[in-house]
């Protein structure tokens, strides 16, 4: 059986590279399964075509697969009340289009 901290690394090494393209991420709530092996958790972040979403999803441990379970639109309020703590995955800000006149 699988340990939770190993559990959360297996989950972090494939919602990572999914989630980064959604940056800044804050990690709402996750849920530990450990008879089944998986974790539930939900995230919030404001999606292009969306705006501001709280999305659920399930990491499965044994098959080592991340699955979307749907999404919450949220208004910019409630948004900002949710983030409390620093985000589960920042911003990477390597170059701002324009900015050296070009």
Request: charged share 25%; proline share 4%.
């Amino acid at each position: 059986m699988t340990t939770m901290d190993t559990l959360k690394e297996m989950r972090d090494e494939k919602a990572r590279p999914h989630l980064a393209q959604y940056a800044p991420v804050w990690m709402l709530r996750e849920d530990l399964l450990a008879e089944e092996e998986s974790i539930q958790f939900h995230v919030l972040f404001q999606h292009n075509l969306h705006g501001w979403v709280n999305r659920r999803y399930r990491y499965d441990g044994f098959n080592n697969t991340l699955y979307h379970k749907g999404q919450t639109a949220l208004s910019e309020d409630d948004a900002l009340e949710l983030m409390l703590e620093a985000p589960y995955i920042e911003a990477q800000v390597d170059d701002i289009p324009n900015a050296y006149g070009g």
